[in-house]
């Protein structure tokens, strides 16, 4: 019989090529029951290491190669790495529980159809583990053919033979979870769907009656046909068209060294394979973008992991192999074994040490890559060709395997076995695990609205909530730094708008006076929205008596002297003016309904000398713009004072001049009186209505773009640090903006509490360094070169949105921050070139006109 064997592996036809197709007889949550044998399926959860630093690598790279080692030593393993189409219909469902005010349904629609349009694929990764040989199944699978034939045929799996295969798989997916692969037992709906899309047909995946699927309903899973070539097969659909073109590659060469991160990963950078299509199959509507498309080959590969002795034993012969070679080169004229030899036998003696010391072993696999195009045969060659090429860079030999086509689809298949042993590989688990087909990017939240999408070696939605930190107990503080009119304000815009669906209370602070188009964005889509600026047309809006109504007169009776305060005239504050102006605010407050400009005209009216001359200053300085806002008196149809009902309030203040830490009071010019007293409305608001009990319930979000306005002063920085150690217990989150990460590091209060960090292009080294401290990574020359290349395209031009992204679970990774519609791509363009009939600030000046 061996001899018969191995007649049949030098003709080409060994192993089990000619084996039938897997017969399934039932379906289950982490299982697959075929006739033969049974199978324990396990969906594996990807780790982020496209940003992971070298030290954290190494770590996880042992503790993969130690589970191959001790957890699957002597099993059977079966890996897939699939793609799927993004169900970007889902977002609408999901966000019936994400967003309640506006017009939600438009806004998720709009990002519904910009998935669809970059049409992002899904990646799943799977992992399937022989558990056992069903017994008395072999024989009777002999008697199949004819039971078959006369339609008589019954396979049915056993309740106790479930149960056992149950609690088989369940000891096995424990281990796994352990493992850097967090492995969870697959659903039985992942499994019918791995074997459904074989088949390239629409129908519907059939639903599981208590918790199984077998009989005709499994049947039908594997209801079409596939049409093997040399090169290829052809998926035929129930019409008789050729649904796809599939080719199966092989993998026969590899280096003799491979690094990690680089050419060793070779499982890994599956996603970065792109290929130019044949524009004739694009249609006439050619977009630039559609020249480069992903390739998204899949990959199959059985393995075996070798129990170490029998590792040992394999070593050692090839090391006594490579031995006797030698000495019998040494008896012969030429005296010369070679190089090849003489490493062979030391890297060998090596192994064996090793193997006795670590956790190392051998693995021997049979790796597959599958090609697929729904478009036509000529693209599959050209995607085929792609995939070579690329992995030649890699200094990887693929090929396609040419007559074999049948046996190497039907090798990949779940349930199925190894058909073609003569192509396969042996390694250390090491280098197998090297391979990384768990790693890529990964970053942001789990669910939440999303913002853009991952742009590392593997694609993904990017999801962020501003306001989620409070609910999950966790810290509420959001950065986001880097140059100017690299995407920083407008990605901390579409994340407002974000709460603001969510129904909260949003409060952004526009040092610059340049994002008034997100009150324009927030009327598009039928948010309450409202925009207070400095001018005697939006006098009174911030009034502290109407911002602090709801707290009672007690907190504007200490705030107001304060503020009037600020804004007098030192030397009226060195003749003791600040008794007469706390008379006022308590007389004013005694008629009710105050008003600061009552103070003020109370002030004049006063028989004092000094009262009236504090009151003229004042009266004088209300009537200027930064003085208008906070205690002008309103006019009749003037702007409504900033209010705590949900929706998005833009204040704009440009043109404030904050002094700095080390300016004495005395010294400050009246600009900067008037531009701290103004700031005093805007931070007594903020604490206030964060602070309110009534309020608690509520979502509430604070922007603050260009913060280092507020960082250059002692007040702005006193103000930072307690609403980010607060946040979380009044349910506030807190979300900055600033060109220089190095004045947020002395904020230990701030720096605390920070969720989630945007990183974008910074030039500098002082702020790169800083930037990479914030992000969590090593500051070095490999990270200031990251930063300073992030937001680039290969041709230099600024990439707007574009930024490095640590999110709450301290996970690094690149992310596009991507605007659905170019209608709100011009709503909240903050450049000098924004179209005026998208700005209310604008739209007013215009009206007057």
């Avoid at 969720?755 to 500051?779: C, I, K, M, R």
Wanted: proline letters at 5%; glycine letters at 10%; hydrophobic letters at 40%.
């Amino acid at each position: 019989m061996k001899i018969v064997t191995k007649i049949a592996e030098y003709l080409g036809v060994g192993g089990d090529r000619s084996a039938p197709a897997p017969h399934y007889v039932a379906l289950a949550d982490g299982l697959l029951v075929t006739s033969t044998h049974t199978e324990a399926w396990f969906t594996l959860g990807s780790s982020n290491t496209d940003l992971m630093s070298e030290s954290a690598r190494d770590a996880e790279l042992d503790e993969a190669a130690a589970a191959l080692t001790r957890t699957l030593a002597g099993a059977d393993v079966h890996l897939r790495v699939l793609w799927s189409p993004l169900a970007a219909d889902d977002y609408l469902d999901e966000a019936a529980g994400l967003f309640t005010s506006g017009h939600w349904q438009e806004w998720a629609q709009a990002r519904v159809e910009r998935l669809e349009h970059i049409a992002l694929p899904s990646r799943h990764l799977l992992m399937g583990v022989r558990l056992t040989e069903r017994t008395g199944q072999a024989t009777a699978s002999g008697r199949r053919g004819l039971a078959g034939a006369l339609g008589v045929e019954t396979t049915t799996v056993g309740a106790r033979e479930l149960a056992q295969l149950d609690a088989t798989m369940r000891r096995l997916g424990r281990r796994l979870e352990a493992t850097p692969w967090r492995a969870q037992p697959a659903s039985v709906e992942m499994i019918a769907w791995m074997i459904a899309r074989e088949q390239h047909r629409a129908a519907p995946l059939p639903s599981a009656r208590s918790g199984l699927i077998s009989g005709a309903s499994l049947a039908a899973l594997t209801r079409g046909r596939v049409l093997p070539y040399p090169d290829h097969l052809r998926v035929v659909a129930a019409t008789g068209e050729t649904a796809a073109w599939t080719a199966v590659l092989t993998l026969t060469g590899f280096p003799e060294t491979m690094h990690s991160p680089g050419a060793g990963e070779w499982l890994r950078v599956l996603s970065e394979i792109s290929y130019v299509p044949d524009v004739g199959d694009l249609g006439d509507d050619l977009d630039p973008d559609s020249l480069i498309l992903p390739v998204s080959p899949e990959a199959s590969v059985r393995l075996r992991v070798m129990p170490k002795r029998e590792a040992m034993r394999t070593a050692d012969d090839v090391r006594k192999s490579a031995k006797e070679q030698r000495r019998s080169a040494a008896q012969h004229s030429a005296e010369d074994p070679g190089l090849a030899i003489e490493e062979t036998e030391g890297r060998m003696a090596g192994l064996v040490r090793d193997m006795a010391r670590d956790d190392i072993t051998l693995v021997e696999d049979h790796p597959r890559l599958i090609v697929t195009s729904t478009t036509s045969l000529s693209d599959l060659r050209a995607r085929v060709d792609a995939v070579v090429t690329f992995y030649g860079g890699l200094g990887i030999d693929v090929s396609t395997g040419e007559d074999e086509q049948r046996e190497l689809w039907l090798e990949a298949q779940a349930g199925d076995q190894l058909r073609v042993p003569d192509l396969g590989h042996t390694r250390d688990v090491v280098a197998l695990a090297g391979s990384w087909w768990w790693g890529g990017a990964q970053v942001g939240d789990d669910e939440g609205p999303i913002l853009g999408f991952l742009t590392g070696s593997t694609p993904g939605l990017y999801r962020h909530d501003l306001t989620a930190g409070s609910e999950r107990g966790d810290a509420t503080t959001t950065a986001y730094m880097g140059r100017s009119g690299r995407g920083k304000s407008t990605a901390l815009a579409v994340g407002a708008l974000d709460a603001a669906m969510r129904g909260a209370w949003v409060l952004l602070l526009d040092f610059k006076g340049d994002l008034g188009g997100v009150v324009a964005a927030a009327r598009r889509y039928g948010l309450n929205t409202h925009l207070i600026e400095t001018g005697p047309q939006f006098s009174g809006s911030a009034d502290l008596f109407a911002l602090l109504d709801r707290e009672g007169s007690e907190r504007a009776q200490i705030e107001v002297p304060a503020q009037l305060g600020i804004a007098m005239p030192p030397h009226l504050r060195a003749r003791g003016a600040e008794t007469p102006v706390q008379h006022a605010v308590n007389a004013v407050i005694a008629d009710g309904a105050p008003a600061t400009w009552k103070v003020i005209e109370y002030l004049r009216r006063a028989a004092d000398p000094l009262a009236q001359e504090a009151g003229e200053a004042l009266y004088e300085l209300s009537q200027t713009a930064l003085g208008a806002p906070f205690m002008g008196r309103p006019a009749a149809d003037g702007a409504l004072p900033l209010s705590t009902d949900p929706g998005i309030y833009v204040v704009q203040m440009p043109g404030l001049s904050l002094p700095g830490m080390a300016d004495r009071r005395e010294d400050w010019s009246p600009l900067q009186r008037m531009s701290v007293a103004l700031m005093h409305s805007m931070l007594a608001f903020g604490v206030t209505t964060a602070g309110r009990r009534d309020l608690r319930g509520l979502r509430k979000l604070v922007c603050v773009p260009e913060v280092h306005v507020l960082t250059a002063t002692r007040e702005g920085r006193a103000w930072l640090e307690y609403i980010a150690r607060v946040g979380r217990a009044l349910s506030t989150g807190l979300a900055l903006d600033t060109q220089d990460p190095a004045s947020l590091l002395p904020l230990v209060g701030v720096v605390e509490q920070l969720s989630a960090v945007y990183g974008f292009q910074l030039t500098t080294e002082a702020q790169q360094d800083a930037l990479a401290e914030l992000l969590g990574l090593s500051p070095g020359p490999h990270t200031r070169a990251l930063i300073q290349s992030i937001g680039i395209q290969p041709n230099g031009d600024v990439r707007h949105g574009h930024a490095i992204v640590r999110d709450r679970r301290f996970q690094c990774a690149t992310v596009q921050i991507d605007l659905p519609t170019a209608e709100l791509q011009r709503l909240l363009d903050t450049s000098p070139r924004a179209d005026s009939a998208y700005h209310p600030a604008a739209q007013a000046e215009e009206a007057l006109a």
